[in-house]
């Protein structure tokens, strides 16, 4: 069966650090992925979506970016956090019809 | 770039039966119904999708009106593990989701 694996639960990071979002999936092949966000109270995002190894589309440019180094794998990173990456992100997955989600990982920035 | 409108908010008493609401008028042929809910600090999660017959799961029933521009999620008997928010989207195989704001379901005691 298919997992979506998602890190860390939770982080409180300082503004203008670097950060570094990991998400993996197990048990299909060639999936595409999706980076979301959601703000505090608000609905959900399309940050980046990737359908191949190396392939990132961004929806909306912004102080962060995504990349793909494996088919299952994908990471969104910043180089400087602003106060306003504050948010709940969520990465999913799909091949055909239908989304998974991961658990979700909130991000505090202090 | 939402496609779908839904009220903000709806109320149900527990296992009475919800009708959530979900109005797409600018669907197109090939685009999928899907409905998600997401609880406080999780991913969303699927309930149902369908293209033009009803459908039915175990989690709940899908109308979808017979010109396609609308469509009901029906739960059966609402819990109060139901209450959570709920996301009509419209999608293509293979295209991305976009959400909108959703209902936010309140179940009753």
């Known amino acids: 069966s298919q997992t979506i694996h998602q890190w860390p639960a939770t982080l409180v990071q300082p503004v203008g650090s670097p950060l570094s979002l990991e998400c993996t999936v197990e048990?299909?092949?060639?999936?595409?992925l999706y980076w979301y966000r959601q703000a505090a109270g608000r609905g959900l995002q399309l940050l980046f979506y990737?359908?191949?190894?190396?392939?990132i589309s961004s929806e909306v440019p912004q102080n962060l970016s995504a990349s793909r180094p494996q088919d299952r794998q994908f990471i969104l990173s910043s180089k400087k956090l602003l106060l306003s990456d504050s948010g709940f992100y969520l990465c999913?997955?799909?091949?055909?019809?239908?989304?998974?989600f991961g658990s979700g990982t909130r991000l505090t920035v202090v | 770039d939402a496609k779908t409108t839904q009220p903000n908010s709806m109320e149900s008493n527990e296992e009475e039966p919800v009708h959530l609401p979900c109005n797409h008028s600018?669907?197109?042929?090939?685009?999928?119904i899907h409905w998600y809910r997401q609880l406080p600090s999780q991913g969303p999660e699927y309930v149902i999708h369908?293209?033009?017959s009803n459908v039915n799961n175990r989690m709940a029933s899908l109308a979808i009106a017979e010109d396609r521009k609308s469509s009901t999620l029906i739960l059966h008997r609402a819990t109060l593990r139901d209450a959570a928010v709920y996301y009509c989207?419209?999608?293509?195989?293979?295209?991305?989701?976009?959400f909108g704001t959703g209902t936010s379901l309140t179940v009753i005691p």
């Open positions: 048990g299909t092949s060639n999936p595409n």
């Open positions: 989207i419209l999608s293509n195989t293979g295209n991305q989701f976009y």
């Open positions: 999913a997955w799909s091949r055909r019809v239908g989304y998974t």
């Open positions: 369908g293209l033009t």
């Open positions: 600018t669907i197109s042929g090939t685009d999928y």
């Open positions: 990737s359908v191949g190894i190396g392939q």
